[in-house]
Every structure is written in C-alpha cells, then in structure tokens.
DNA sequence: ATATGTAATTTTGAATTCAAAATGCAGTCA
DNA sequence: TGACTGCATTTTGAATTCAAAATTACATAT
C-alpha cells in the first residue's frame, strides 16, 4: 500500500475533553450564569456521565479561572467584578498588542483579503444595524488577526482570557456611542494592517481593548445594584 | 462578637491541589525529564494517593502545557522544542514589559528599597561567580516587579508561561558573555524602576526577554544532537 | 421567637472496580 | 531470519463505591 498523502490521523476526543469545551461553552454564553453553582449531578445526568470525568473537567476549568472550587463545597461560576475585568482588559490589552505586531509580519495576502472582506461586511452590519452580525464578523477579525500571528501559544492565552471576558460582552449590550466608536477604530485597524504597520497596529488594539474595558465596566457600575 | 479585621480563613488544601503543586515542582526542577512518560503508577504510589486525584492533577498540567496527553496511551512531559521557546518569550515579553509598565505606576516605596537590594546582592553574586546565588536573587526581583504591578491575573500568566521555559534555564548552563550581558541589563532595569520611567523598564524587560530567547535557543541548537 | 444542639440527608473527595484499549510476547508461516 | 497473527498482560478511561464533610431539618431550651 502506498500512501502518498497519508490521510490525517483520526481524532478521538476524551470524554472530558468533550465535557471542558462544552461546559465552557455553557459558561460563556450565558446557560450558567456567573456566580451561579454547578449543579455537578444535574450536569452528570444531562450529559450522561459519570462524575469523574465532570469533576476532571472542573478543575480545568478552574486552571483557565471560569469557575471556582471550594474544598468540601463545590464549584461555582466565576463572578465578573470590577476588579477582574480590571486586571483581565490590560492583559488581553498586551497580548492583541502582540498579536497585531506579529501578524503584520507574517499575514499572506489571501489572509488579508479575507480580513478586508469580514471589515466591509461588518460596517454593512452596523449600517443595518445587525448586532449579531457585527459581532460575528468582529469576532472574525480578531481571530483572523491572532492566527496570521502564527503563534499558537498566544492563541490559546487570548482565547482562555477572551472567553472570562465573553460573557460581558454578551450580556453588556453595546451602546450606541460606543458602536460608533468602535466601528471608527475598526477603520484604523484595517488601514494599520493594509500598510503593514506592526507598531501602530498594536497601539490600536491596545487602545480598542481599553476601550471595551471601559464600556464593560460602565455596564457593570449600571447594573451592579439589579444584579446584588 | 465584634471583629474589626476578621482573620483570614483557614485555607484547606484537596490532595488534587498539592498533586499539581509538586508534579509542577518536579517538571520545573527537571526531576521529570522533558519527553519523559509519566509514570503514573509510580508517582500513585510514591505519593500513596489513588490514581483518581494524580490524574485530575494531569488534566490541569496539561491545561498549563506542563504535560500533554494522548488518549488511551497516557501522559508525557512536554519537549522543550525550540519552536515553543520561539513562541512562548515572544509572549513572556509583552507580559513583562507590562508588568514593568504597571509596576512603576503602582510600586511602593519599601517595595522599591526591597528591590535595590536584591540587584545590590545580585551584582554582588556575579562579582562572586556565585550562579546559585545570581539566579535567585534575579527570581526575586522578577517576582517583585511583578507584584508591583498588582494584578493578579498577570501575575498567574506569567508564572505559568515562566515554569515552561523555566527548564531550560535549569538545564541551560548560562554562557560568561550572556552573563555579563543580561547583569548590564539589569542595571538599566533598576535604574528605570526608580526613576518610575514605565515605558523604559517595558521596553527593557522586553529586550532582557528577548535575549534570555537567543540564549537559550542557542543552547537548545547546540545540544540538540546530545539529547537525540 | 430566636438561638443552640442533634440526627438525618445530601454532597463531596478519593479509593476501588471494571471494561476497553494498547502493549508485549510467543508461535506460525513465508 | 523476519514479519504477521492470536493470546496474555498491562495500562487507561470512566463508573461505581465508600467514607468524610457539609447541609438541612428538626427538636429543645432560653
């Protein structure tokens, strides 16, 4: 037999590899709502697996700081305070920094048409005042951008911190202001990278993240009494 | 019952949490080689504990790229591959140069005292050709930069990203031209610190990271053979 | 009624068990 | 000799079990 192309390797999934991605899916969006505990049985029966692999996942979870255990009590879904969006927003701040600098020197052509592409379809989305479909194509940006950095590592870091931020960014429904706002510095974003600009690409995302900082915590203040 | 200042609570420890800290311990310090099998019987009954707590503890150094698994076959401590150093200190870089950033925004005066002494000592354990010496008073004041900047979300990131290259400088015999390098660099750190100039001490730290890079990239090249 | 003490129940942490998968080892045949 | 096959052994993944800890419910006393 000979296999020229040898065909990619099957790919099998642990159980609480399946159990980690979706949890922190559930996480993320919402389903367990921060500050929530873990219904650890519940979840057990809804999936249909024993606890063992659940409570290994747990504490994957709680390594990359989505939920949190306390011995001889349980986990419970992180709370987004003030102060962890405080300190998460300049870390992701350096890191997507990073990212734009990388990615200018390394991103092909192909990925930048595509990029060009996801921004034109995201300014239509704000024409339309599409919410969903501004996110999406943000959301393709940003991913498209930290993946012409061809650095693995720094996707994972981005990712894991991203996803502890995702869910404000769910619930904080984007004021309009902020949309304008964002949209410009978008504009700026794409031009930083049509010239190639490694240092000034990174300014902006530095300066775009603070930004989101700010407006999640704006929303946090406004809702901190509904919420308690 | 009046407590003013209540005391801090009792803090328990589950036999998975002291499993992560020792296995982290005995990967960092090379008692488990890089490319090694995890033996995991062994190590069940090194630490008389059941395989149930060793193997959570695996998951989450898996999560901190300590260890990967492959299903079914097992869990091996990771290769120190030349293309992760060249991932990885990229992103160290940029989490220092903020940590540096922060610090001179947030440092305290004692804090500031703490570390002119241990550069004062640090010089002193080069002058001494003290390496033990050298290298822990250069932890601590990578350490105290870091808590200055008081954010404890950074300070896990680069622990965790620290421990991964951290072998190699374990096991990467540091050369006199690099030693002599990164001790003039120093003294540029320490000077930007107390002159609290946040974007000198950024732009240094990234640099210090960068040539820790080429160091040990060096060094990996050059007993790549040895270790094949 | 509120606070304290006690027993029953539930939940958690970790050991054990069990089935599936991988590995190692003979024995067979070219 | 060398590679393939089938069987025994070991290792792994996950369910189950069991003891310890926490929670709840209830009774009693102030």
Redo the contacts with the bound molecule.
Sequence with gaps: MNLTQSPEPIS???????LVARLRTMIVDGTMAPGM?????DL?ERF?????????ALKVLAADGLVY???????WVTELTESEVSEVFPVLGALEALSGELACENIMDEELAALRQHHDQMILSYKEQDLDGYFQANQRIHAGILSAARNETLVVQCEALSARMQRARYVANISEDRWVEAVSEHEEIIAALEAKDGKALGEILKKHMYNKQLSILKWLDANRETAA
């Design positions: 099998r999934r642990s159980l609480h590899e399946e505990k873990v219904p650890e049985k057990c249909a697996v024993s606890r063992t692999p659940l409570r290994e255990l306390e011995p001889n009590r349980g986990a």
